[in-house]
């Protein structure tokens, strides 16, 4: 069966989730550089009075719009404000309230969270009126302050497909050593906007390095920059934190942990007797240790990355959400890993998932051998939709329970409820996304079988080893724009 002038792409399809990264974060290094006379100067600053104008068509949920503040080699406190101007027509924040004037957020973390300036429009979406919103953003270190637009519209739109889209039902597979490929149409999804999108990704200036659709185990686009093939290595960065989450869920599938309510001292045991011994796994992995909060170059540079996040001090009463991501936190889920299983993150990535679902890859460490287990993971685009199809099914693999339904479930629940949490990110429509650095996005969308990524061009710098010091590091490109639309059809077919 077919269905004409109809919008049939994916109502849970995310193209590259609209994000502006200014520098490393949230798993990632960097470095500040010094201008020519001697004041501190940004990674590859954004130029004032170069806007950002992105438009996105009626039924779009935009987001998340994450901003960070830089790295400042001088060690001087940055800081990152984002103002609203003055509106007009219908745009409306994520959470139904208009925007309007003053609508001020303050940033001097590290990153802006994907809850607070996702966008829709208003709830008549068939009317031929644009709605808009502007908004400026300053990031300071005391003696520059660069400042920049950004406009957001949202337009009408007509609801054609210039091909036959079939409305089902669609036949589902496996990828075995390779993948199968289909046509998007013959998936119910219109290649009109798939093909808009990529357009967009590798846009000059975007960085993209891959981008891939797979719907229902199959391959429906794929595209990469003109010097990378399909078996280049990319890197996560932070989306290595989703991998860290599926461990700790099959550690307790496996009896190694007993509950998520369990102390973190059970595992480290430095911890018993001190301030921290009543810290939960559930706060660990919810971002709320109350530790200090230890990330960039701080932890990125240091030689024994474990050592200094075990030796935070506690600000706080465990339990406190103080921030909203700590890269930290997430090295210590790793070290539960380790003393519950007797295995690294790596080995045990290799042993309960990658063995099964016919994956591999490379997990940075530190110069102690510490798995590195919020960022850092190399390995194949196709294979990191390998993990995403295993989410997107529920933890299981061709027959094999690889996770528990029950984790899968738990640890992405906050997610599809709009906040982060256990390690995913909200996209919106009942999916969830793992998010690293300048864009790597894996956003998966269970009930219609769907996964998203994207990655941008990478280089792995040094002897080739993934052992991070001062001459082995990644290098992604420092600035990057990043356009997703989530579209919603009028129905399914």
């Known amino acids: 069966m077919v269905r004409l002038r109809k919008r049939l792409v994916m109502k849970r399809m995310v193209f590259l989730l609209p994000a502006l990264f200014l520098v490393a974060c949230g798993g990632g290094g960097g470095s500040s550089s010094q201008s020519s006379n001697g004041t501190p100067a940004f990674n590859n600053p954004p130029q004032p009075g170069t806007d950002i104008t992105v438009s996105l068509p009626e039924n779009v949920i935009a987001g998340p719009l994450n901003l960070t503040a830089p790295t400042d080699s001088d060690g001087d406190t940055m800081t990152l404000v984002v103002t609203a101007i003055p509106t007009s027509g219908r745009l409306r924040k994520g959470d139904g309230q208009s925007v309007s004037v003053g609508y001020n957020i303050g940033i001097n973390s590290n990153i802006f969270g994907p809850t607070g300036l996702n966008f829709t429009p208003d709830t008549d979406t068939n009317d031929n009126n644009s709605s808009f919103g502007y908004f400026s953003y300053s990031v300071s270190d005391g003696k520059v302050t660069v400042t920049r637009t950004i406009s957001i519209s949202i337009n009408p739109t007509t609801g054609n497909c210039s091909l036959s889209v079939n409305s089902g039902p669609f036949t589902s597979t496996w990828p075995g050593l390779d993948w199968e490929s289909s046509d998007p149409e013959s998936l119910g999804m219109c290649p009109d906007e798939i093909n808009q999108a990529m357009e967009y990704a590798f846009k000059e200036g975007n960085y993209t390095g891959a981008v891939l659709v797979i719907k229902n185990g199959y391959i429906v686009s794929e595209k990469y920059a003109d010097n990378k093939m399909p078996t280049d290595l990319v890197t996560s960065w932070s989306v290595a934190k989703s ?251």
């Open 243 to 493: 991998f860290t989450s599926s461990l700790i869920g099959i550690a307790l599938d496996d009896g190694f942990i007993s509950n998520i309510d369990q102390p973190v001292s059970d595992f480290i045991t430095s911890w018993k007797t001190t301030d921290k011994e009543s810290i939960t796994l559930k706060q660990l992995m919810t971002v709320r240790t109350a530790l200090n909060l230890l990330d960039g170059s701080d932890l990125y540079n240091a030689p024994d990355q474990l050592k200094i996040s075990l030796e935070r001090e506690l600000i706080g009463q465990p339990g406190e959400k103080l921030y909203d991501y700590s890269n930290s936190d997430v090295m210590l889920a790793g070290e539960v890993i380790r003393a519950a299983t007797g295995k690294n993150a790596g080995a045990y990535l290799e042993e309960k998932i990658e063995s099964i679902i016919r994956s591999s890859s490379e997990w940075w460490s530190d110069s102690l051998g510490n798995i590195l287990s919020y960022c850092c993971l190399d390995t194949t685009p196709r294979n990191f939709a390998r993990f995403g199809l295993l989410f997107s099914r529920n933890g299981e693999w061709d027959g094999i329970n690889v996770i528990s339904s029950g984790w899968v479930n738990e640890s992405t629940s906050p997610a599809i409820s709009g906040e982060y949490g256990f390690y995913w990110w909200p996209a919106g429509n009942n999916g969830f996304t793992a998010l690293g650095i300048q864009g790597q996005i894996v956003a998966i969308y269970p009930e219609v079988d769907l996964v998203i990524l994207r990655f941008s061009s990478y280089t792995r710098m040094g002897d080739g080893s993934t052992i991070r010091n001062d001459s082995n590091y990644l290098r992604s490109n420092d600035f990057i724009i990043i356009l997703s639309l989530v579209s919603s059809p009028d129905s399914m077919a």
